[in-house]
């Protein structure tokens, strides 16, 4: 039985590019895979804090010394690193946003990137414990980043996300990029826009 994790972090909802060509990769993946499992996950409807001192002291707390209240602070953190455990397959909707990733997203990520669980330092090197995950990123963006534009050099997103993936063992990674959406506020007809994006969202969702 297979399982895929599904993760929004977009604001706009309906509105988003992201979301609709990640909600055409669970669509198509789940006729491909009648039998399994999605978990969703909405980042914009999970309240995620910040990390603080005392986050990091529980998880650096041996899981037999935790107090209740160190338990409490890393509860959230437990269940978003089951789901991670959980899942085969990832698939995530990433607007760009300021040319990083979503201010939900990188909470996210603090949360899950934890040692011990995520990443160890075992034999005094980091080591990624998330091993034999696929993931997928869908990212959307205003303007056109992609390699050999003039803009390229402003695209922090698929180079931190690869990494920070990267470092907790998820290597198998694939980006699909929907470039130039502000043409959408400009009058271009939103379904010309994603048909290619969604051919290719969906092509790939049958390969995986």
Not at 21 to 37: N, R, Y
Not at 152 to 173: C, I, K, M, Q
Not at 191 to 207: E, G, N
């Amino acid at each position: 039985m297979a399982t895929l994790l599904h993760i929004d972090s977009s604001p706009l909802y309906g509105r988003s590019i992201s979301r609709q060509l990640t909600d055409a990769f669970v669509t198509q993946w789940k006729s491909s895979h009648p039998e399994e499992t999605v978990i969703d996950r909405d980042l914009n409807a999970t309240a995620i804090p910040p990390v603080t001192a005392e986050w990091v002291g529980a998880a650096y707390t041996p899981e037999e010394a935790r107090t209740p209240q160190q338990k409490e602070l890393l509860a959230l953190s437990d269940t978003l690193l089951a789901e991670l455990e959980q899942a085969d397959e990832y698939v995530f909707g990433v607007p760009m946003h300021n040319f990083g990733v979503p201010s939900v997203l990188k909470l996210w990520i603090d949360q899950i990137a934890r040692v011990g669980r995520a990443f160890s330092y075992a034999d005094g090197t980091p080591k990624g414990l998330i091993t034999g995950k696929k993931a997928t990123f869908i990212i959307a963006t205003g303007g056109i980043y992609d390699p050999q534009t003039q803009m390229a050099s402003f695209n922090f997103v698929e180079p931190y996300l690869r990494s920070v993936f990267g470092f907790l063992g998820v290597t198998d990674v694939t980006f699909l990029t929907a470039g130039g959406t502000a043409a959408l506020n400009y009058g271009q007809d939103r379904d010309a826009f994603l048909a290619p994006h969604l051919q290719a969202v969906q092509t790939h969702a049958q390969t995986i």
